[in-house]
Each structure stands twice: as structure tokens, then as C-alpha cells.
């Protein structure tokens, strides 16, 4: 069993679109997180989502929205599509220290 | 800002050899962690260090935590092919709200078998 799993794997899509990244938890943990990792894998956490409380890494453009219909699952939004979010996006999830990462989304926009 | 940088970003070794990658924080952490990402895979945990000075082993791998708590260390003894890979280590930002983490840019690994 997948402990954190993300949907596409991959998504092309072009400019000005919108488009969504599913990523759900079996673990039964209490936060999870979305990263973008760019070309160079540099991993930068973008927000962290805990019973309702949302923090927001305040370099994330408010293109990028969460969302979370239950504790197993936080969604990225993602409006207006830019070159520049091109990149690999992990979803996490912890209950303490470790953060368990999903298997990732290559997003490409063109 | 904080910033959390890795040195060196690459390295070849020949198998056998040892390796060891250095983390160093802009600001004083409550705790370090450290993930290795395999190619085309992604991150997994490692280990945390909490306290100053401390030193833990995972096998071949002997991870450090400084005395300042602002610097870690990672080393591989005798790297295999299988430790191949992107080493990252990452600390609390936002003064650990909602348990963001900083990630330095990592290492990357490469081992000549």
C-alpha cells in the first residue's frame, strides 16, 4: 500500500491554464505539505496544512491555492499557469519530525 | 531570511571510498534532519538530530550534529552503488510553524563502481 500518493504523475499543460494535483495519506497523519523542486533540486516547501490551519511559505504567488476536503487529503490548485511553475511538486505528510514524501508530479507548461 | 546550505553539491567517489557532506544554517536549530533522494525518486527521511553535539550511526552512515546546533555533517564509510543518490539536509523555518522545513540545496552522490 502507497503510504502518500499523488495524481498525475506527469501533467503537460500549457500557459494561462489551470490545472490541480491530487495527493492523499494513508498514514493517518495530522499535517502535510506541498514542495516544488526545481531543475537544480532545489526542494522549497510552499505550505503546510494542519486540522484547518494553513501556513503559507510567503513566496508562494496566490496562483497556488490548497485544498483539503479531509485529513487524508490536501489538493494544489495551481491558476494562471506560468514557464516558471514548471518543476516537480511532492506532496508530504508527518505526524512528528519525519515528513513522508509522495512520489511526485513532473509538471511541464509550455 | 534563513538559509540552510550543503557543501560540496557534487561528488565522485570510487566505490570504497568514503564521503561526507557538510549542512550549515544561517540560524541557531532546534533540530536537523537529513533525507537522501534517489534518482528520479524522492525524498526520504533519514534521521533527526536534536541535541548539541550529537552523533548518530546508521550502518555506514554516521550523522553529527554541531555544538553551535547551526551545522551537521553526513558520512558514508566504504560508499557502495546503492548509495548513490541526492543527500539533503533541512531544518525548522518560520520558527518551525506548522513544522516547515528549510532544505539546503543538497549533495549529490555519485559512485563509480
Known amino acids: 500500500d502507497t503510504a502518500v500518493s499523488q495524481t498525475p504523475k506527469y501533467l503537460v499543460t500549457q500557459m494561462g491554464n489551470d490545472k490541480s494535483i491530487k495527493c492523499e495519506q494513508n498514514l493517518g497523519h495530522d499535517t502535510m505539505y506541498w514542495y516544488k523542486q526545481d531543475s537544480k533540486k532545489f526542494l522549497k516547501i510552499m505550505f503546510s496544512?494542519?486540522?484547518?490551519?494553513?501556513?503559507i511559505n510567503e513566496t508562494v504567488p496566490n496562483r497556488f491555492s490548497p485544498k483539503s476536503p479531509d485529513k487524508a487529503h490536501l489538493n494544489l490548485h495551481i491558476n494562471s499557469l506560468e514557464l516558471g511553475d514548471s518543476a516537480v511538486y511532492f506532496c508530504a505528510s508527518s505526524q512528528k519530525a519525519a515528513q513522508y514524501f509522495g512520489p511526485g508530479t513532473r509538471l511541464t507548461v509550455t | 531570511g534563513q538559509q540552510v546550505m550543503q557543501i560540496p553539491q557534487y561528488q565522485h567517489v570510487q566505490e570504497g571510498e568514503d564521503f561526507t557532506t557538510y549542512c550549515n544554517s544561517s540560524t541557531t536549530l532546534s533540530n536537523i534532519q537529513w533525507y537522501k533522494q534517489r534518482p528520479g525518486g524522492h525524498p526520504v527521511f533519514l534521521i533527526q538530530?536534536?541535541?548539541?553535539?550529537e552523533v548518530k550511526k546508521q550502518k555506514r552512515l554516521t550523522f553529527q550534529f554541531g555544538e553551535a546546533k547551526k551545522n551537521s555533517s553526513l558520512h558514508i564509510t566504504a560508499t557502495q552503488t546503492t548509495d548513490v543518490g541526492t543527500y539533503f539536509c533541512a531544518g525548522p523555518s518560520q520558527g518551525g510553524a506548522g513544522n516547515m522545513l528549510t532544505f539546503g540545496g543538497g549533495t549529490r552522490l555519485m559512485v563509480k563502481p
Open positions: 496544512y494542519n486540522n484547518k490551519e494553513l501556513i
Open positions: 538530530l536534536v541535541k548539541s553535539g
